[in-house]
């Protein structure tokens, strides 16, 4: 048996009962590292050797896609698949643009991460080229209660006829050959993707967080989206889906920022507070929009730190209270954090060469509170930040 055979065969004997039966008591076993040579040994006696391999393979993919899907143990996975795969939360996120289609296509569906969140609520033509990446597709919104609404297509997805659908999403693979492809890569390339609002008039398309500003068609909308501070991917949406031309949401409260134009945002030197923008919305250029939008201040024109005299909170930044600033000084930095009693720092270089780890050395630390030491530029010269979280236990300092 060849390969693909091989895998398809192994999934056949999972989804048997017997293959289902055997997956649910491993769900009940603790199996790590350590365990997984007795617990396999044990599970031989009962099932055959094929079997019980190719369940410990899946029973390990669905404990990591724990991070991913609410229903993780009810799914299945390939590596591939499921490192490609949409998170839950972001999958909903994104299906909510497509509220008023009724029928839409999800081109390159993979294991159905998208999938799921579209099905929920309307129908959905399912297309990839990958037949057992489709059929877990198909198993996986099973595992939801949305497999109902779904019609799965095994096909190439530029022979597939979208005149049925009022929508389009579409997830090009980003990967061959277990490996990353070059930045702005993909398969198919975003050039087809973008050209199918020529076809479906609403189009959205899951692309790398690192997408080029200029690859993104006049008229559509780049929308990054984080997991808290954590930077997952970009979004774009076809003029008949976007709402403007960039956003930044914050998940998993769904916390977005739009473009707010207004006065040019003023430069000067940092206050009592200094905010660290989201990396959603420094990906998506709404810094300055932050800025208008709480009234702060930048303190350099090309670095993306703002600053303020209030404790300003927003889920589009993190607020750091400023103990010391001043320009960039290295031997003046040891007796600044000694005098506030600082033992251990986190360094936040932004805009400034440096090595940390040998900075980490030189300082030689011995207070007993913790602060964040940022390194960076205002106003273009070089500048030292001492800075402690107003929401840390280790914020003591009065
Ligand atoms: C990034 S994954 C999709 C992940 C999916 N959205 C999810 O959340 O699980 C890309 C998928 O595109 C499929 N693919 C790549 N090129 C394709 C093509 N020309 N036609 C159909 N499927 C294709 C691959 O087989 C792979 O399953």
Not at 65 to 70: E, G, N, R
Not at 255 to 267: A, F, S
Not at 356 to 384: F, N
Request: glycine share 8%; proline share 6%.
């Amino acid at each position: 048996m060849s390969g693909p055979e091989q895998v398809a065969s192994q999934l056949d004997a999972l989804v048997s009962p017997i293959g289902r039966e055997l997956l649910d008591r491993l769900a009940r076993l603790e199996v790590t590292p350590e365990t997984e040579l007795r617990v396999g040994a044990l599970l031989r006696r009962d099932y055959p050797t094929e079997l019980v391999t190719a369940a410990l393979g899946q029973h390990e993919l669905r404990r990591r896609a724990y991070l991913k899907f609410t229903r993780s143990q009810q799914m299945y996975f390939t590596r591939p698949g499921l490192e490609q795969a949409t998170a839950e939360v972001i999958a909903r996120h994104r299906a909510a643009r497509f509220a008023a289609a009724s029928r839409v296509a999800d081109l390159c569906c993979g294991i159905g991460g998208d999938l799921i969140a579209l099905a929920a609520g309307r129908e959905v033509v399912a297309v990839d080229r990958d037949a057992l990446h489709l059929r877990m597709a198909a198993l996986n919104a099973d595992a939801y209660g949305v497999g109902d609404g779904v019609t799965v297509v095994h096909a190439d997805v530029r022979d597939v006829d979208l005149t049925s659908v009022d929508a389009v999403f579409v997830d090009p693979a980003r990967r061959a050959h277990g490996h990353r492809m070059r930045t702005g890569d993909s398969e198919p390339p975003l050039s087809w993707s973008t050209s199918l609002a020529e076809r479906v008039e609403a189009v959205g398309i899951k692309a790398a967080p690192g997408i080029a500003r200029d690859a993104v068609p006049s008229g559509w909308e780049a929308e990054f989206i984080a997991d808290r501070r954590d930077l997952k991917e970009a979004a774009l949406w076809s003029p008949a889906l976007a709402t403007g031309t960039s956003r930044a949401t914050i998940l998993p409260e769904g916390h977005m920022l739009l473009p707010l134009h207004g006065d040019e945002v003023e430069h000067r030197d940092p206050g009592e507070f200094l905010l660290d923008p989201n990396p959603a919305v420094t990906r998506a250029g709404l810094v300055e929009d932050l800025a208008r939008s709480l009234g702060a201040w930048k303190i350099d024109s090309q670095i993306a730190f703002l600053s303020s005299d209030q404790p300003l909170r927003t889920p589009f930044a993190r607020t750091l209270r400023v103990l010391d600033s001043g320009p960039w000084e290295q031997k003046a930095l040891k007796p600044r954090l000694r005098a506030l009693d600082i033992g251990s720092v986190d360094i936040r270089r932004r805009g400034l060469a440096g090595d940390v780890d040998d900075l980490h050395r030189q300082l030689k630390l011995r207070g007993t509170r913790r602060a964040t030491l940022v390194m960076t530029r205002v106003d273009d010269r070089p500048w030292a930040l001492i800075c402690t979280d107003p929401n840390s236990a280790d914020h003591d300092f009065g």
